[in-house]
């Protein structure tokens, strides 16, 4: 059988209770236009501090201190709390 010369399945698929089915497209034809396409989104002020505050590239330098830094820091975390809960049990 010619691999071009195949039909396209309808593909049926269920989530949840809702049903339905598809049909793929074909690659050798070009899509159709569904419409006027919709208009660019603005950015929130929100979101752009979010961008450019919160998702920034560390500047401590190479990569290799930060990896570092964060596999020491549980165990440093851990050791502080065995510390304090040594300390309070002392006073108590």
Known sequence: MDPNSRVPREITYRIGWKRG????????EPLE???P???P?????WERINRSAV???????EGRFVL???AVLPAL???????MVYELARWA
């Open 77 to 83: 975390l851990f050791a502080m709390f065995l510390w």
């Open 41 to 45: 989104k603005t950015i929130s002020p």
């Open 37 to 39: 396409s919709e208009p």
């Open 55 to 61: 998702w920034k590239t560390v500047p401590l330098g």
């Open 21 to 28: 089915r598809m049909i793929p497209h074909d690659p050798l």
């Open 68 to 70: 570092m830094a964060a």
């Open 33 to 35: 236009s569904g419409g």
